[in-house]
């Protein structure tokens, strides 16, 4: 058999989830850890799976060649955490609602990103830079699973990248309380204390994270097919789509089209169940 179907939930994978994956490929269970079992599985034996299991877990089908991934790269907002920061930025700034609907719109692909990124931008002009602080103290936090997937796939000796397209005053920080070895991001333009209501140029979208994922890959000489790649939005296609394995986590149906793998019910840990890896590799805390 060349795949499995693997089945994860945030909440954990009860025993009775692993018995019907048993009953629908006709393989004994492995079970990774309370959150994951696999079962060996051909393209029949998966859909019958997919279809007992819809609505009480993910499920995915995961190639077993290449299957441990030598680099990881990660969206931030909304992806490694909860909140999209410049919907937060703005929320202080008075605008809150106004780019809340201007970034709802890039994430399903229905706006130019550098576009979009320039007018929410230009929309924070004169708010004290400090209030990112206050921003980043109050609203961002990593979400379940972020670190433990992060710190297992150093422990390993993958390489692990944060790329967004959001700013490097959070990038940097996420990234340290992640892990990360690498991070990138747009800047905010500032004077006299104050955001001059513009990026800095150039602005990194779509292709950035494509180009990062390639030149990461020079960089260890490793091939796309070595990458697992993670995001939300539309933003994030490119750089999922070239990936030997791309997930969407909780995304927009403009990724999830073009994912090899979807996290709805799963946290973040569920990207190293993908790959194999168990309670016993799983560095934690």
Known sequence: ????????????????????????????????????????????????????????????????????????????????IPVECIDEIADFAGVGEQVAAITEAAMRGELDFEGALRERVGLLKGLPV???????????????????????????????????????????????EAGFQVNQANTLLEADGKLTGAPGVPILGRAAKLEALDRLCAEGGYGRADVIAVGDGANDLSMVEAAGLGVAYRAKPALEAGADACLRMSDLSALLHLQGIGDAEIVRG
């Open 1 to 80: 058999m060349t795949h499995v179907a693997v089945v994860t939930h945030e909440a954990g994978v009860s025993d009775a989830l692993a018995q019907l994956l048993a009953e629908a490929t006709g393989a004994a269970p492995r079970r990774l850890d309370d959150r994951a079992v696999e079962a060996a599985a051909d393209e029949g034996a998966f859909a019958r799976a997919r279809a007992v299991l819809k609505g009480q877990a993910d499920v995915n089908r995961i190639a077993l060649a290449n299957r441990r991934k030598k680099l990881l790269i990660a969206d931030m907002d909304s992806t490694m």
């Open 130 to 176: 400090e209030t990112l602080e206050q921003v980043y103290a109050e609203r961002v936090r990593l979400n379940p699973g972020a670190a433990a997937l992060v710190k297992t796939m150093n422990a390993l000796g993958a390489m692990t990248a944060l790329v967004s397209g959001g700013f490097t005053f959070f990038t940097a920080r996420v990234a340290e």
